[in-house]
């Protein structure tokens, strides 16, 4: 029997790709004052997310280690203008995961 072919009964057998515009991370949020001059890596975002903060907002997921489970990851939400803009370019790239640093000015939050 061809094992390309074998139908185990799980949903993970058929390949059936994700839906983009439906996607979350089913982890604990973490807010952005909490991760400041900390080291983590980005893993994956999620644009265009409308919050009760507004609209256009980006969901970020990040590890502090990229040996992290998935239990261990987190997620933040930010409308940073200059963030969202960077990341969006690296998701483009396809260059997830990425190490950085969130660093802030005032209410300006930034990576480095």
Do not use: W
């Not at 094992?3 to 515009?21: A, K, M, Q």
């Not at 919050?51 to 997921?61: A, Q």
């Not at 933040?76 to 690296?90: A, P, R």
Request: with cysteine; proline share 4%.
């Amino acid at each position: 029997m061809n094992n390309d072919n074998y139908d185990d009964g799980s949903l993970s057998c058929l390949g059936i790709p994700r839906d983009e515009s439906s996607r979350h991370f089913n982890c604990p949020e973490i807010g952005q004052q909490r991760l400041i001059n900390t080291p983590f890596y980005i893993v994956d975002i999620i644009s265009d997310v409308k919050t009760k903060y507004g609209s256009d907002r980006m969901l970020v997921k990040i590890k502090f280690s990229l040996d992290d489970s998935e239990a261990d990851a987190r997620k933040f939400f930010t409308g940073s203008g200059e963030i969202k803009h960077i990341l969006q370019h690296v998701k483009d790239m396809n260059k997830f995961p990425r190490k950085v640093t969130l660093r802030a000015v005032g209410n300006r939050y930034f990576l480095e």
